[in-house]
């Protein structure tokens, strides 16, 4: 499994590489090396915005209306 660095320390990627290269493949474009890393960082960032939406609304499950 890849990982994804953030202040030194490492991270699993979060998404599936090669569907997220095969889907900028079908755009007409080319997905570099740090396309997936960075892509990942987006998810945790996304994922640690819900999950305290969902800690502020006194929910323990993520919804997608905290996404």
Known sequence: ???AKKGGKSRDVLVV???VKDFIKS???MTSS???PALSAKV???I???TA???GNK???VKPQDL
């Open 27 to 29: 755009k007409g474009c």
């Open 34 to 36: 740090e396309t997936i």
């Open 48 to 50: 640690e915005e819900a």
């Open 53 to 55: 939406r969902t800690k």
């Open 1 to 3: 499994m890849m990982s």
């Open 59 to 61: 929910r323990s499950t």
């Open 44 to 46: 945790y960032a996304l």
């Open 17 to 19: 590489a090669s569907k």
